[in-house]
Structure formats: C-alpha cells, structure tokens
C-alpha cells in the first residue's frame, strides 16, 4: 500500500478503496473545470451539489477532448490528436459499459453517465464533432449544424439529464425541455465562435461561421449571426422556469451571461472583434449571478 486511506469527509472514517479512487476522479475532473473556465466555474456554484458535480464531470471530459484537438503538444501531428482523441472515446464508451477507468477524468463521467442515463447516443456524436476540428478547417451552414449538434447541444442533452436525476417523471420532462437545452448549448457555442474569431483563424486556420472573415469583418454578416444567437436564448429562456430548483439559479445565470455577451459583441466595431476577446467583467458577472438568485431563489440540495 503507497499510503493511506482518505478519510470521509469529517475525517470519521476511512473510505474503501474504490470509493476513494471515485472522489479523486471526481477531485480531478473539478480541478480541470477551475483551470480552464471561470465563467463556467460561477454558474456551476450556483448548482446544488450532487448536481453540481455531475455537471463538473460532464464537462472535464468535454475539457479534455477540447484540449487534445486544440492545444497539441509541439512535436504532435494532426494523426497523433487523431489517435489520442480515438483513445479518449474508446475509454469513455467502454467506461460506460464497465462503470470505471484508469482515466481519472473518464471515469468520473463514466460513474455521471451511468448514474443520470447519458447514453452513448449522447457521447459519439460529442467525438465526432472533436474529429472535424482535426479534418475541416471552414464550415457551410449545414456542416456547421451537425458540427454545433456534436460539440454543444448534445452537452446541452448531457447536462439535461443530470438537472433532472431526481426527478421522478425525468423521461417525460427531459422530452419536453431538451429542445431548449439544445438552443441554449447552440446559443453559447456561437457566442464563442463570435468571441474567438481573431485566435481560431489566426492560431488553428478555422472559420467556423459562414459570412464571417477575421481579416474583413461584416456588419451585416456579424449582426445576422448575433440575431441567430438571439433568438436561440428566446427560444431557451421560457422552458428554464421548468427546470428544478436545484439547477434552474445556475442555467439562468449562464443564460443571462451570453445574453450580455452577446450585447457587448453587437456593441464592439466589428473589426475590433477578431483583435480582442469580449469578456463581462466580474462585478458584472457578480451582478448576473445575484439576478439569477433573486429571481429564482437558492439552490435546493438534491439526493443522489
């Protein structure tokens, strides 16, 4: 034995083996969530805590998967993101038949996976969107839908089932809410598109958004995607009233984020977009997450 046993939480008493490679795993999936997303940090507080951290553990896979096609290594080739992509998938889909892995990330979502029913209908269009980020460099409107369905609205689905986990008709009310959790994924993957213009096409050669040049930004072209953006937040804002308490306060404040985001693109000259990243400032981020509290209320915990 390398060492000792962790501790419960209050320190009573030591935890069995695997449950405490599963808190690691889960420790490990939080710690790539708080370095590499802020904002997504300060809406995921605002879940009450076991959702929370299926939430978390969705999102350091899709974290991870992100990485690998985006951030490669200096002597890596495109074939060698290829394979470490297929092997991350391979992982996660044989993760989810067995419960576990020796990937700590895979297999904190794998236990997610399992215990809110993503299914891997959920998870291969997830890596198939990754893929094209390694084989396309320029989208049309209809590969840019099946591109937005596989990296977003698909997580849209995947956070869907772990808001509902506890709830007793969750078939039924994942049926009627899932066409707004895609808007709503869609919505926010646009508004990076927006926001990332100048880095995607000047560092990894891609444009994601039909109509839009980084070297000769359009108004009306800018302005048109904006609106498209718009109106998915619309089309998702109603069904958050009907999402449970426990992850109605967090949904609300990052739909209120991108809604302010999206203001503040349409109010920066479009040739500054692709020369500097939009952002909301703290305090504003502060204010949001209070409104989405105010609103909505706090939080209630939820069992596992």
């Known amino acids: 034995m390398l060492g000792p046993r962790l501790q419960r939480h209050g320190g009573s008493a030591p935890l069995s083996p695997h449950a405490a490679y599963d808190e690691v795993a ?20 605002l879940l009450a805590g076991p959702v929370r951290h299926h939430v978390r553990n969705v999102y350091a896979l899709v974290r991870v998967a992100d990485e690998i096609v985006d951030a490669p290594r200096p002597d890596q ?17 044989a993760a989810l038949r ?48 099946e591109y937005v369905y ?5 997580v849209g689905l995947m956070c869907l089932r772990a808001f509902l ?3 007793r008709r969750r078939g039924a009310a994942y049926d009627e809410l899932a066409p707004g959790a895609q808007r709503l994924g869609a919505a926010f993957q646009k508004v990076n598109f927006l926001r990332d213009l100048g ?17 000769a930004m359009d108004v009306r072209a800018r302005d048109r995607w904006l609106d498209d953006i718009d109106a998915d937040l619309a089309a998702a ?54 409104g989405a509290v105010l609103r909505n209320g706090h939080p209630r915990p939820v069992a596992r």
């Open 26 to 45: 889960e420790a490990s999936a939080s710690l790539v969530i708080d370095a590499y997303s802020s904002s997504f940090g300060l809406a995921s507080r």
């Open 77 to 93: 080739t495109p074939d060698h993101q290829a394979a470490a992509l297929a092997t991350l998938e391979a992982e996660t889909l």
């Open 98 to 145: 067995t419960g576990g892995s020796s990937n700590l990330v895979v297999h904190a979502f794998a236990r997610t996976a399992r215990h809110c029913d993503i299914e891997p209908a959920l998870v291969t269009p997830f890596f198939a969107s990754m893929r094209t980020d390694l084989e396309r460099t320029e989208h049309d409107e209809a590969s840019l839908a």
């Open 150 to 154: 596989g990296s977003a609205e698909v």
């Open 165 to 167: 986990v506890a709830d």
């Open 199 to 215: 880095e995607d096409s000047a560092d990894l050669g891609r444009s994601y958004l039909p109509g839009l040049d980084a070297g």
């Open 237 to 290: 804002s109603e069904p958050l009233s009907r999402l449970p308490r426990s992850s109605r306060v967090a949904v609300r404040a990052a739909h209120d984020l991108f809604a302010e985001l999206s203001t503040r693109l349409r109010r920066t000259p479009a040739a500054e977009i692709p020369l500097r990243r939009v952002r909301v400032p703290g305090p504003v981020k502060a204010r949001i997450a209070a």
